[in-house]
């Protein structure tokens, strides 16, 4: 089974800063990994998405990498902004069930 | 993309009560998901519901307890059955995106605190 771990748990960054999310993953035989927004409260919001034949995906401020043979993945969030602040979750779907794993998350919060 | 609605966003149930929450998605899907968050927990999947068969429950999870229709293949709905505190959660209906790469989109979630 896929297990994910995030970390830290917990971030706080002054505005202007750029942030550096971590994702591990246990299982290499991964089919994707999926970065989410979630807001208290709230559903998630789909970020990025890593297919397995891709190294990164970009998306405005974000940029997610893959490394299937360490079994990481970072999200970087370019120039912070205080509406930046939610929890952000990653997710390893696995080549073997294609079950998706859930972190735990990572609260972050940009002080203005 | 897909867009999900969930009905109720929230309520306050009582103990013994069952709950009945609602999916609907703007287009037609083979297979939907049902999540649960615990406070300040991760996401846990409760089944799989596809159209036209059983769901299919995750290890933890039984039918009596969560049973789950899929009448069409674009609403789902998932009762939580005489519900007790322990049942206090966020309740999150998922399905994958169009693009068939295994995206997943999330509704905005039921929130159930149970007295």
């Known amino acids: 089974k896929q297990e994910v771990t995030q970390i830290p748990a917990a971030l706080s960054v002054p505005e202007g800063e750029n942030l550096v999310l971590n994702c591990s993953f246990t299982?290499?035989?991964?089919?994707?990994l999926q970065w989410f927004r979630q807001d208290p409260g709230k559903g998630l919001t789909s970020l990025l998405l890593?297919?397995?034949?891709?190294r990164e995906q970009t998306s405005g401020r974000l940029n997610a990498s893959l490394d299937k043979s360490s079994g990481r993945s970072t999200l970087y969030i370019a120039a912070s902004q205080p509406g930046d602040s939610a929890t952000y979750l990653c997710?390893?779907?696995?080549?073997?069930?294609?079950?998706?794993?859930f972190g735990a998350g990572t609260t972050v919060t940009v002080r203005a | 993309s897909a867009v999900i609605s969930q009905k109720p966003s929230r309520d306050i149930c009582q103990r013994g009560t069952s709950l009945t929450i609602q999916c609907q998605v703007d287009s037609q899907v083979t297979m939907m998901f049902w999540y649960r968050q615990q406070p300040g927990q991760s996401l846990t999947l409760i089944a799989t519901a596809n159209q036209g068969s059983e769901a299919t429950y995750e290890s933890g999870f039984v039918i009596d307890k969560f049973p789950i229709s899929r009448p069409n293949l674009t609403f789902s709905t998932l009762t939580v059955s005489n519900m007790s505190p322990e049942d206090s959660s966020i309740y999150l209906c998922s399905v994958e995106g169009p693009s068939n790469t295994g995206e997943l989109f999330f509704g905005e979630g039921s929130r159930l605190t149970v007295l």
């Open positions: 890593i297919q397995s034949s891709q």
């Open positions: 997710a390893g779907t696995s080549s073997n069930d294609y079950k998706l794993s």
């Open positions: 299982d290499s035989a991964i089919y994707n």
